[in-house]
């Protein structure tokens, strides 16, 4: 599977989820492997296969985001994607996410729509996402605030 096809699968599968049931899922569970289990049981099927289990999360290009968990591994996933739902009562894209296939690499960028869980108050936010894809799977996700920061982050990675 071509590293923009990975890459959608796994933007498709989170925004296919409802928010208030995804919220409600990764704030109830304390790691992936019950989040994932009871998303399949309602319906929501898994992105284990579009997930390296030893993926590497790092969220510090985006000052939205910096505090959230980086590390490895699918339970630092889930972490960061509880930890960057938790703040929202609501969370929606604005139009379509562009891809851009940079070898290995994918630079997504979307719009965000978030309303705060506690003030109540509507923003809208530009997040560049950077996804590493190697043999069908996302093995690096960092998140940044545009296209320049994460062709930078491309440029200064190692080869691996």
């Known amino acids: ?7 959608r699968g796994v933007n498709d599968w989170f925004m296919a989820i409802p ?7 990764v704030t109830k569970h304390s790691g992936f492997a019950g989040a994932e289990e009871e998303l399949a049981e309602l319906g929501y099927g898994s992105v284990r296969d579009l997930v390296s289990d030893e993926v590497e999360i790092d969220a510090g290009g985006f000052t939205g985001a910096a505090v959230l968990p980086s590390g490895k591994g699918l339970d630092v996933f889930f972490l960061y994607w509880r930890a960057w739902l938790e703040p929202w009562s609501d969370l929606s894209w604005v139009g379509d996410a562009s891809y851009e296939e940079i070898g290995e690499w994918v630079v997504s ?8 869980e506690i003030s109540g108050a509507a923003v809208e936010v530009d997040v560049c996402q950077l996804f590493r894809v190697r043999d069908g ?8 605030e545009n296209r320049e920061q994460a062709l930078a982050a491309i440029e ?3 080869p691996e």
């Open 156 to 158: 200064s990675a190692p």
């Open 109 to 116: 960028q979307v719009r965000l729509s978030l309303q705060g």
């Open 137 to 144: 799977q996302v093995v690096v996700y960092q998140a940044y």
């Open 19 to 25: 928010y208030e049931i995804g919220h409600r899922i």
């Open 1 to 7: 599977m071509a590293p923009t096809q990975v890459a």
